[in-house]
């Protein structure tokens, strides 16, 4: 299969500011969860294992059995393995994709504990200690990168035994970032095999069989760049475990083809969006919220140092996303509506949308946002939360194909549409555009380059 050619940008590692409250995500395994397993990645005592359901009321997590393309797919079985300090898009961008096609994802904590603080804050919390996974067999291990979270997964020992274990049996294996030249070079998995990493590692890995690409495949062995790489990378791990087609029909339901056919963006009525303060973003979730654009948008606006706060419209600070992955927000709404935000963002999931919509306090801040000229956000189907409540009369917007046709003046053939101060996209792939598009207004397109290329993402010139 020719995968999608995603322009997905070069990384060199930029500075991340020091995170405010941070977003709390709980990653789950799609059909179990591990109760009082061993705690110590040196230890290989086996866990109590109880299987359970873990499909949310109101969300149905792709499986073979509901996805109707792979009804006829055998089950895949992944391990994600995860640490302090791993690359949180990596790692949730792989786990959605490859749910997506139909794999059984476990993810796997090499810590103490299951709650992992991520390299930019973010918490992921795992389904299973990794000695509940040491006498498994899986289809594909995949590694995230980030620092330290590569070196962390480098020193367990239970995970260097699966994975050398995985490969001697020509099972296959991946890792992104930093992880192939951190995790795998020591662990001897990159004898004779091509392989690329994060522009800022290549000089670790052995001059002869380094390869400057965005995805290298050799043999059982798949490495790629880095988070602006990872669709790429996930989509080749598809192709590998089901098969072409299943491959393309994701990349199309993620509108991965779209990214690479429109243009990036177009402004209308351009004014500054520069302040004399760092930025203060509020970005709203419920249940049923696209965790790719959530963590995708929290990691690059934090990135660039604006002060992001993430509010739950739900009874709860936890949501649970649109594929499974449980977020504590660091705030409610109500509390979050007692303070001024430069940013209002509003991520897209059907199911996200129909809740954010149906908040009333949500939609006293959104025209309190409006009415005191102060800048609103919405990427995939939430532009529709904004058109409802009339503010977007007047403005251009575009939004996820399947709803673009609501919006009175949409922009077809565009990922990100800005007019005045209301900024719109089309979601999922391109959220990163979204993303950088944001930072481009709020801090220069020097910035935004900057971030992009410690992404691997290709920012235009």
């Not at 009804?71 to 994709?97: C, N, Q, R």
């Not at 509940?132 to 620092?147: E, R």
């Not at 790489?229 to 083809?257: H, P, R, Y």
């Amino acid at each position: 299969m020719a995968l999608p050619s995603l322009t997905l940008p070069p990384l060199y590692p930029v500075a991340a500011p020091k995170k405010p409250a941070a977003v709390y995500v709980v990653v789950q395994s799609s059909s179990f969860s591990v109760n009082g397993a061993t705690r110590n990645c040196k230890t290989q005592e086996k866990p109590v294992v109880r299987r359970r359901l873990t499909k949310p009321t109101g969300i149905t997590l792709p499986t073979p059995e509901t996805s109707s393309s792979f009804s006829s797919v055998p089950l895949k079985k992944v391990l994600v393995p995860i640490g302090f300090g791993t690359e949180e898009m990596e790692a949730v961008i792989m786990i959605d994709v490859l749910r997506r096609s139909g794999a059984h994802v476990t993810v796997a904590s090499v810590e103490d504990q299951l709650e992992v603080e991520a390299a930019g804050g973010t918490r992921l919390v795992a389904d299973a200690f990794i000695s509940a996974c040491s006498d498994q067999t899986f289809d594909l291990v995949a590694l995230p990168g980030g620092m330290p979270g590569s070196a962390r997964l480098r020193d367990c020992q239970v995970l260097r035994d699966i994975t050398i274990k995985h490969a001697e049996a020509k099972r296959l294996y991946a890792a992104i970032c930093a992880a192939p030249a951190v995790t795998l070079l020591p662990w001897g998995l990159l004898k004779r095999k091509q392989t690329t990493c994060h522009p800022a590692f290549m000089d670790k890995l052995p001059t002869f069989w380094a390869v400057k690409s965005n995805l290298q495949v050799s043999g059982e062995l798949t490495t790629s760049r880095g988070p602006g790489t990872c669709f790429e990378f996930s989509l080749s791990l598809v192709e590998q475990l089901f098969g072409e087609l299943v491959a393309k029909e994701i990349a199309d339901t993620m509108l991965l083809n779209v990214a690479d056919n429109n243009s990036r963006k177009e402004e209308f009525n351009e004014v500054s969006w520069s302040f004399d303060h760092p930025p203060q973003v509020l970005i709203l979730v419920a249940n049923g919220s696209e965790e790719i654009e959530v963590v995708s948008i929290v990691d690059i606006l934090r990135r660039a140092k604006a002060n992001v706060v993430v509010a739950s419209v739900e009874k709860s600070l936890q949501v649970l996303a649109s594929s499974g992955t449980k977020i504590m927000a660091d705030k409610m709404i109500g509390a979050a509506a007692d303070s001024i935000h430069d940013l209002i963002i509003l991520p897209g999931g059907t199911l996200g949308t129909e809740k954010l919509h149906r908040s009333r306090i949500l939609k006293k801040l959104l025209k309190e946002q409006q009415s005191a000229g102060r800048i609103l956000g919405a990427i995939c189907s939430s532009p529709t939360v904004l058109h409802k409540q009339g503010l977007l009369k007047g403005k251009k917007a575009t939004a996820h194909p399947s709803v673009i046709n609501m919006l009175d003046d949409a922009v077809s053939g565009v990922r990100v549409v800005i007019d005045g101060k209301v900024i719109t996209g089309r979601g999922l792939a391109t959220a990163a555009d979204f993303a950088l598009a944001i930072v481009g207004k709020l801090f220069g397109s020097a910035r935004a380059r900057s971030v992009a290329e410690g992404l691997v993402f290709e920012y235009p010139r």
